[in-house]
């Protein structure tokens, strides 16, 4: 499955916005979703993951309250809203998918999009 995700931009601490990731495939339905982001000189981490049918999803301990990660299987697509935004939540955001197991382990994740910076100002 190919990955391409939007949504990105500058927006002011407290404030919302939602990215999308639009998938190609037939198998959408297949694949576990998830949000990983990195900020400038860090590591990469998990924001979200989302599972198959979109029943089930689970969040990182910094975000869990503030974002939500949705899906649509009709449109091929992933979304993650964010509320509340902090300036550490500043950081290039990645959609990926697997279809091994809903789990929040980054190294399970075989298709990534380009990433969306989101930046969030003071």
């Known amino acids: 499955v190919q990955l391409q995700a939007s949504g990105g931009g500058l927006v002011q601490a407290g404030g919302s916005l939602r990215l999308s990731c639009a998938a190609s495939?037939?198998?959408?339905?297949?694949?576990?979703l998830a949000w990983f982001r990195q900020a400038p000189g860090k590591e990469r981490e998990f924001v979200g993951v989302?599972?198959?049918?979109?029943?089930?999803?689970d969040y990182a301990d910094s975000v869990k309250g503030r974002f939500t990660i949705s899906r649509d299987n009709a449109k091929n697509a992933v979304y993650l809203y964010m509320s509340s935004l902090k300036p550490e939540d500043t950081a290039v955001y990645y959609c990926?998918?697997?279809?091994?197991?809903?789990?929040?382990?980054?190294?399970?994740?075989?298709?990534w999009g380009q990433g969306t910076l989101v930046t969030v100002s003071s």
């Open positions: 989302i599972s198959w049918s979109g029943s089930s999803t």
């Open positions: 990926a998918a697997q279809s091994r197991s809903f789990s929040s382990n980054e190294r399970l994740y075989d298709n």
């Open positions: 495939g037939r198998t959408f339905r297949s694949y576990v």
